[in-house]
């Protein structure tokens, strides 16, 4: 056990500083330098998991392969790391509580009584240790949401000291992420909010061994030697954390600043490998220097708050890069599209995105963009609830079904193209009992999808609980509508096209999730290169079918 070295990332002064990629950063260059690396959220809300939580709440819900619904930061370990997570990398404490309880109702304290120490901190330690036990890891990254001294995250930072002091100061590190404030009146940077978070943080007896101090402006030596001796760390322990122009520039930042360094040297583990950070680099270097520009039109329910669709800004970012082409995301909110809207916004676009999505606001201008899309060929990628709309469109427009719906807008609907699977069709819980996680797909061969994969067989995750109604299948077919994506057990319809428009595409499954800095993800890449070729056409009619 005590192979695994354990780092705890906690947060003071201010939350929204960016625990996740500064965890996920330190991570990166761990792993640069040869060692196996995974990272945990700990999550201190009393929510089973953030599934049923609204995406203004809590932004987007990320989806692992093993069906968890997790904390968006998840997605950014997966982005920077390409190493995927499960279950046990995203712990709340409703999970804690949950487990807790059912193991006192099978009787399993014997009797005790049921408290938060010790048995809730045991808890969360078991889940801490589950993935530094499996023997996959040397090192476990683990960062505790919330803000220090809130009255949840107690519990999780009293199981950080136990742990702490159960593995040695060799084998558990705390970086404690703090802001510097700039107050511009007195034109100074102030220490005095991180000094209080530290000694907040000592009061739970937790000794801070790294100090990250998010800045807008460079902290100079004076600041950091009086950081260091009033927060009792050494001064190549206080790390600068300035604001970045992009999350993915963070790893070489704190790689300037020596953040993996310091950290190595706590751990007693050797120092003196390079990070290779080769595809990292050429990543950036792309990223940073595109040769064009497209723009793409993001429609759905919540675009006003970014972090609700962050995968998929992310996957374009990672496209865009592939590409060499600037990907400008244009959010176009589906709850307002006018024919101003589409004649000053939608028609300006390079491609269309439609968004995943629930519920009934917004379906409408979702279903408008389709058909806008369709009729001017304008590359269309449709994402779970944007596939399904694109089949609504399809059925009302071409095959001339005009009462065409979901049964989830319309539960009475006459035609219901879209239907709630056979196995929704008894569950009365809402939490982690939809269709989540990675199924299997059989792609159709001379399809857009068989060739942007470059295989026939492909795994992909989901989230939803309606889909595609076999029952018109045939109709949509004779009418155009071609089925290229199949889960072969069970016949669900995953994938949809249209072979007389360029790149028309709608997946009812969520390809956001699996893009990452070294593995773009296919379909966006060529998505994005469908919206390269109509800008330099000025339409899709002359585009040659990728
Ligand atoms: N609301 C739709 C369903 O449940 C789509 C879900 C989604 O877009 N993630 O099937």
Not at 197 to 205: A, C, F, I, P, Y
Not at 274 to 291: D, S, Y
Not at 412 to 430: A, F, N, R, S
Not at 536 to 541: P, W
């Amino acid at each position: 056990m005590a192979d695994t070295k354990y780092i705890f990332v906690t947060g003071g002064v201010s939350s929204s500083l960016g625990k996740g990629i500064i965890a996920a950063s330190l991570a990166k260059l761990l792993q640069a330098r040869g060692y196996r690396v995974t990272i945990q959220k700990l999550d201190p809300y009393i929510n089973v998991d953030p599934g049923t939580l609204n995406p203004y709440e809590h932004g987007e819900c990320y989806v692992t392969d093993d069906g968890a619904e997790t904390d968006l930061d998840l997605g950014h370990y997966e982005r920077f790391l390409n190493v995927k997570t499960s279950q046990a990398n995203n712990v709340t404490t409703g999970r804690i509580y949950q487990s807790v309880i059912e193991k006192e109702r099978r009787g399993e304290f014997l009797g005790k009584t049921v408290q938060v120490v010790p048995h809730i901190t045991n808890e969360i330690k078991e889940r801490i240790q589950i993935l530094g036990n499996s023997g996959d890891y040397d090192i476990v990254l683990t960062e505790i949401g919330g803000t220090v001294g809130d009255i949840e995250s107690l519990p999780y930072i009293e199981a950080v000291r136990q742990l702490k002091w159960e593995l040695g100061d060799d084998n558990a590190l705390v970086i404690h992420l703090t802001l510097i404030p700039f107050l511009s009146a007195a034109g100074e940077l102030k220490t005095k909010p991180t000094q209080h978070s530290v000694k907040t943080l000592m009061e739970s007896g937790i000794k801070a061994d790294i100090l990250v101090c998010r800045t807008e402006h460079d902290l100079n030596v004076d600041l950091r030697e009086k950081l260091a001796l009033f927060c009792n760390v050494r001064k190549e322990a206080v790390i600068q954390s300035i604001d970045a122009s992009t999350i993915y520039d963070v790893p070489n930042l704190m790689l300037e600043e020596g953040l993996d360094t310091i950290t190595l040297q706590k751990l007693k583990l050797p120092d003196d490998t390079e990070p290779v950070l080769t595809r990292w680099n050429e990543f950036l270097r792309r990223h940073k220097n595109p040769k064009a520009e497209v723009r793409i039109g993001l429609i759905g329910k919540y675009v006003e708050l970014q972090d609700s669709y962050k995968s998929i800004l992310e996957a374009f970012i990672h496209a865009g890069a592939e590409n060499e082409v600037r990907v400008k995301v244009e959010p176009i909110h589906s709850e307002f599209i006018s024919q101003k809207v589409i004649d000053t916004k939608v028609s300006k676009m390079d491609a269309l995105l439609v968004a995943p999505g629930f519920g009934e606001r917004g379906i409408e201008g979702k279903i408008r963009a389709v058909q806008y899309a369709r009729e001017h060929k304008i590359p269309f990628l449709g994402i779970c609830l944007g596939m399904q709309m694109a089949v609504i469109e399809y059925a009302r427009n071409v095959v001339k079904l005009d009462k065409a719906n979901s049964t989830e807008m319309q539960a009475d609907t006459e035609i219901p193209v879209i239907d709630l699977m056979e196995e929704q069709k008894d569950i009365t819980h809402k939490g982690g009992t939809m269709r989540l996680g990675s199924w299997d797909c059989e792609l159709a061969p001379d399809s857009i999808v068989s060739r942007v994969y470059g295989t026939n067989q492909i795994s992909e995750r989901h989230r939803h609980r309606y889909e595609f109604n076999n029952a018109y299948k045939q109709q949509l077919e004779e009418a155009g509508m071609r089925i290229t994506g199949t889960n072969p057990k069970t016949n669900l319809a995953e994938i949809i096209e249209l072979p007389d428009h360029p790149w028309f595409v709608g997946v009812q499954y969520h390809p956001e999730y699996k893009s990452t800095v070294a593995s773009p993800h296919p379909l966006f890449v060529a998505f994005v290169a469908a919206a390269v070729k109509y800008s330099q056409s000025g339409s899709s009619d002359n585009m040659a079918p990728q």
